[in-house]
C-alpha cells in the first residue's frame, strides 16, 4: 500500500515467504521499505529462518511492527522477546556507562551518582567472568547488570520501533482509541486505507532524516534532489554532508555558507563542526588553487629565489 510494490497477501498467516523491497517518495526522499517474512516464537535460535528474518531488521534504521489489532496482545510480547534475545532492543538508548579496556592497572571503577543495582565486588564479578581483568569502568547513571554486560558484549543494536496495528476496521471505535493512545503505536487499516498519512509522518518523525539542499556558486538552489543525512548512520554536520557528497572534497572545503534554521543569520560562515539542520541550503566555498611561477604580469621560470633581473615580462596587452 505504501510503496506500490505487489506482495503476496491472503487470509492465512505467514503468506510472505522472501524479502520484497520497496521504495516510499516522501517529502523529496526515498525511503527503502523492506517487507520481511513473520517470526515464529523461537526464531531467534534459528526456528523458520528467523536468524536471516532478524539480520535484516539489525542493520534497519526504524522497525514497523505490523500487529494484528483484532488478535491478544501476546503476538507483540513474543515478537518482541525473539527480537531482544539476538541483541535488538527496541526503544531504548544505549546505557551511560564508559568501559574501556586497558593492559595493566587493574579494574578501576567510579560513578557520577549513588548505584543501587550494581557495585564495586559485582563489577569485579561480571568483569572476571567475562576474563577481564584490567578495564575502565564509569557509570553515569544508575544501570542494572543487564545493561553492563550489554556494554561489555559491546554487540547490542539499540533500534527505534513503531507498533502498527492493522486491521482496525473489524475492531470497535473504542478498542481503537485504547491502541491508538498507546506509545509508539500508530492504528491503521490496509483495506480501507485508513490513517496511511499518519503512519507515514510518525515513520519520518522517528528516524529523524535531515534535507540539506545543495547550492552553486551564483546560481539558485536545487531544491529537487536533497542531501539525506542521519544521526544514526553517520552524522548531520558540515564535514559528513562533504563526505556524503565526496570523500576527497573536503581536502578542498576553505568554508561552506548555510541557509536555513541552523543558521544565525543569512548566509552564515560555517565550519566543518557546525550542525545542519532539516532543510538547510548549503553553498560550498574551495580553497583557491595556488597559480604556480609568480602572479602578475612577471613570471619566473627558475626554482631560485625570485629577484627583479630574473624575472621575464610578459608580452604587452593588445589594447
Same mark, same amino acid.
Given at each position: 500500500?505504501?510503496?506500490?510494490?505487489?506482495?503476496?497477501?491472503?487470509?492465512?498467516?505467514?503468506?510472505?515467504?522472501?524479502?520484497?523491497?520497496?521504495?516510499?517518495?516522501?517529502?523529496?526522499?526515498?525511503?527503502?521499505?523492506?517487507?520481511?517474512?513473520?517470526?515464529?516464537?523461537?526464531?531467534?535460535?534459528?526456528?523458520?529462518?528467523?536468524?536471516?528474518?532478524?539480520?535484516?531488521?539489525?542493520?534497519?534504521?526504524?522497525?514497523?511492527?505490523?500487529?494484528?489489532?483484532?488478535?491478544?496482545?501476546?503476538?507483540?510480547?513474543?515478537?518482541?522477546?525473539?527480537?531482544?534475545?539476538?541483541?535488538?532492543?527496541?526503544?531504548?538508548?544505549?546505557?551511560?556507562?564508559?568501559?574501556?579496556?586497558?593492559?595493566?592497572?587493574?579494574?578501576?571503577?567510579?560513578?557520577?551518582?549513588?548505584?543501587?543495582?550494581?557495585?564495586?565486588?559485582?563489577?569485579?564479578?561480571?568483569?572476571?567472568?567475562?576474563?577481564?581483568?584490567?578495564?575502565?569502568?564509569?557509570?553515569?547513571?544508575?544501570?542494572?547488570?543487564?545493561?553492563?554486560?550489554?556494554?561489555?558484549?559491546?554487540? #547490542?543494536?539499540?533500534?527505534?520501533?513503531?507498533?502498527?496495528? &492493522?486491521? +482496525?476496521?473489524?475492531?470497535? %471505535?473504542? $478498542? /481503537?482509541?485504547?491502541?491508538?493512545?498507546?506509545?509508539?503505536?500508530?492504528?491503521?487499516?490496509?483495506?480501507?486505507?485508513?490513517?496511511?498519512?499518519?503512519?507515514?509522518?510518525?515513520?519520518?518523525?522517528?528516524?529523524?532524516?535531515?534535507?540539506?539542499?545543495?547550492?552553486?556558486?551564483?546560481?539558485?538552489?536545487?531544491?529537487?534532489?536533497?542531501?539525506?543525512?542521519?544521526?544514526? #548512520?553517520?552524522?548531520?554536520?558540515?564535514?559528513?554532508?562533504? &563526505?556524503? +557528497?565526496?570523500?576527497?572534497? %573536503?581536502? $578542498? /572545503?576553505?568554508?561552506?555558507?548555510?541557509?536555513?534554521?541552523?543558521?544565525?543569520?543569512?548566509?552564515?560562515?560555517?565550519?566543518?563542526?557546525?550542525?545542519?539542520?532539516?532543510?538547510?541550503?548549503?553553498?560550498?566555498?574551495?580553497?583557491?588553487?595556488?597559480?604556480?611561477?609568480?602572479?602578475?604580469?612577471?613570471?619566473?621560470?627558475?626554482?631560485?629565489?625570485?629577484?627583479?633581473?630574473?624575472?621575464?615580462?610578459?608580452?604587452?596587452?593588445?589594447?
Amino acid at each position: 500500500m505504501l510503496t506500490g510494490t505487489h506482495s503476496e497477501a491472503a487470509s492465512y498467516e505467514f503468506t510472505t515467504l522472501a524479502c520484497i523491497p520497496g521504495i516510499i517518495h516522501y517529502t523529496d526522499t526515498k525511503i527503502q521499505l523492506l517487507d520481511l517474512p513473520g517470526i515464529i516464537e523461537g526464531a531467534s535460535e534459528g526456528k523458520g529462518r528467523g536468524r536471516q528474518v532478524i539480520a535484516v531488521a539489525k542493520s534497519s534504521d526504524l522497525v514497523l511492527m505490523v500487529l494484528d489489532a483484532s488478535k491478544s496482545e501476546g503476538h507483540r510480547q513474543i515478537l518482541t522477546r525473539e527480537l531482544e534475545s539476538v541483541g535488538l532492543h527496541l526503544n531504548k538508548r544505549p546505557p551511560q556507562i564508559y568501559f574501556k579496556k586497558k593492559k595493566t592497572g587493574g579494574i578501576s571503577f567510579n560513578s557520577t551518582l549513588p548505584l543501587t543495582h550494581v557495585d564495586e565486588k559485582l563489577c569485579y564479578q561480571i568483569l572476571h567472568e567475562y576474563k577481564i581483568h584490567n578495564a575502565e569502568v564509569l557509570f553515569r547513571e544508575d544501570a542494572t547488570v543487564d545493561d553492563l554486560i550489554d556494554v561489555i558484549e559491546g554487540n #547490542r543494536k539499540y533500534i527505534k520501533c513503531v507498533y502498527v496495528y &492493522n486491521k +482496525i476496521d473489524v475492531i470497535g %471505535i473504542d $478498542d /481503537v482509541d485504547k491502541l491508538a493512545q498507546r506509545p509508539n503505536s500508530v492504528v491503521i487499516s490496509c483495506n480501507l486505507k485508513l490513517n496511511l498519512d499518519r503512519l507515514l509522518s510518525k515513520m519520518w518523525e522517528e528516524m529523524g532524516l535531515v534535507r540539506v539542499y545543495t547550492k552553486p556558486q551564483g546560481q539558485q538552489p536545487d531544491f529537487s534532489d536533497p542531501v539525506v543525512l542521519s544521526a544514526d #548512520r553517520g552524522g548531520c554536520t558540515v564535514e559528513d554532508f562533504c &563526505n556524503h +557528497i565526496h570523500r576527497n572534497l %573536503i581536502k $578542498d /572545503v576553505k568554508y561552506v555558507l548555510v541557509w536555513g534554521t541552523s543558521a544565525r543569520h543569512y548566509p552564515q560562515h560555517c565550519g566543518l563542526g557546525h550542525v545542519l539542520q532539516d532543510e538547510d541550503v548549503v553553498q560550498i566555498v574551495k580553497k583557491k588553487e595556488k597559480e604556480e611561477g609568480g602572479r602578475g604580469r612577471f613570471k619566473s621560470h627558475s626554482t631560485a629565489p625570485a629577484r627583479i633581473s630574473d624575472r621575464q615580462k610578459k608580452v604587452p596587452l593588445k589594447t
